[in-house]
């Protein structure tokens, strides 16, 4: 019998990034954050709840002595576009200052994320600070940003799956789909 999710899976519109090759592109992010860092403490801040996936397979494979902090941050509030407002749950008591920080995102849209959260976090003063997203959308930017790690370049739709939602549903699929908007 198929599972529930094998059945969730059949009704995305299609598969655009499968398990395995998810695994093998986070492995070479893995090496090439590891080869960049070496010898340093790594200080990760991973915006939940969309990086969760990607965060904990990256983060496992790679071997450095790693920090982990992790900010809550939304813009979409339940549709499939951003709503253009960023909140933020910032930790007290924060302080990067001459730390080596890698910034996690699931996905680069409209910038507006990545952008406002590195201003803040650079206003720190960390030694070293750079953003790794598993996605990117090829798109026009609201935000100019940065992205030094990008796992894949994808068209301008809506993802599900590994970590992304939909209205709070769909992050368990293994699989990265595009939604069947009328599903
Ligand atoms: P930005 O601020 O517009 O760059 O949006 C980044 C945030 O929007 C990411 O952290 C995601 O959580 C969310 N997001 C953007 N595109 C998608 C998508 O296609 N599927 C699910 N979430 C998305
Ligand atoms: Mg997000």
Redesign the pocket.
Known sequence: MPSIVTGIIQDLNRTLIDAASIEARVAEMAEEIERDCAGEVLTVVA?M???LFFVADLLRKIDLPIRLITLS????HGG???SGS?RVAWPEGMDLKGQTVLLL????????????IRLHLEAQGPRWLRCG?L?S?KRE???E?VAEYVGFE?ED????GYG???DGRFRNLPCIGV?KLDA
Request: hydrophobic share 45%; proline share 0%; no cysteine.
């Open positions: 915006l709840d969309g990086s941050a939304s813009s979409y499939t576009s951003s960023l995102d699931d996905i680069l849209d409209t910038g507006l994320t990545l952008s406002e997203v996605l959308k930017r609201a935000r940003v994808i739709e809506f993802v599900v992304m939602d939909f939604l």
